[in-house]
T-cell receptor, first 114, second 112 residues
Framework: DVKVTQSSRYLVKRTGEKVFLECVQD?????MFWYRQDPGLGLRLIYF???????EKGDIPEGYSVSREKKERFSLILESASTNQTSMYLC?????????????FGPGTRLTVL | QKEVEQNSGPLSVPEGAIASLNCTYS??????FFWYRQYSGKSPELIMF????GDKEDGRFTAQLNKASQYVSLLIRDSQPSDSATYLC????????????FGAGTRLAVHP
């Protein structure tokens, strides 16, 4: 089974802190994605990566950066956390080939910024 | 920017009824469409996809696509309380990389 894991289920941080969210997938997928999910707004893409060291901005990249040093790991970084970044963060992966719409999601990290 | 629109609900149906979930999209060039189910507190999982006009059936689920009218539907027959979840419609981004544009989702509540 495809498995996508995220480093924390719940995280509480202070305004201004640097926050790292880690995502690891074990199926050798080329593509990896970071979303945030807020009530009424659905899933919004922050960044994605289609290869090691490659990254592309999604729809809402402001205030975030990413790192992909290894194929299986995709990290989301909040350089200086703010209260409006309180949200559920979901990581996903998908293979380059195969069903273009099938993404496999991790369990999510609920981040609260105080 | 592509848009994918869904009624947020909640859509409340009695057990055993047919639940009909609708999604409209703005890009006439879209070729494929995906339905994800998300239980409360869980992450989304793919349950159906459809590429061609018409119906596609998988067990109690039927996806319907009408490209001329730019809508895609998901029908759930014999709805069960275990079907209570949020259903997300998704359309691939034309730029590739398996990037998806998601609708905000419709919350379905099936009551006994």
């Amino acid at each position: 089974d495809v498995k996508v894991t995220q480093s924390s289920r719940y995280l509480v941080k202070r305004t201004g802190e640097k926050v790292f969210l880690e995502c690891v997938q074990d199926m050798d997928h080329e593509n990896m994605f970071w979303y945030r999910q807020d009530p009424g707004l659905g899933l919004r893409l922050i960044y994605f990566s289609y290869d090691v060291k490659m990254k592309e901005k999604g729809d809402i990249p402001e205030g975030y950066s990413v790192s992909r040093e290894k194929k299986e790991r995709f990290s989301l970084i909040l350089e200086s956390a703010s209260t409006n970044q309180t949200s559920m963060y979901l990581c996903a992966s998908s293979p380059l080939a195969g069903n273009a719409g099938e993404q496999f999601f991790g369990p999510g990290t609920r981040l609260t910024v105080l | 920017q592509k848009e994918v629109e869904q009624n947020s609900g909640p859509l409340s149906v009695p057990e055993g009824a047919i639940a009909s979930l609708n999604c409209t999209y703005s890009d006439r060039g879209s070729q494929s469409f995906f339905w994800y189910r998300q239980y409360s507190g869980k992450s989304p999982e793919l349950i159906m996809f459809i590429y061609s006009n018409g119906d596609k059936e998988d067990g109690r689920f039927t996806a319907q696509l009408n490209k001329a009218s730019q809508y895609v539907s998901l029908l759930i027959r014999d709805s069960q309380p275990s079907d209570s979840a949020t259903y997300l419609c998704a359309v691939p981004f034309s730029g590739g990389y398996n990037k998806l544009i998601f609708g905000a989702g419709t919350r379905l509540a099936v009551h006994p």
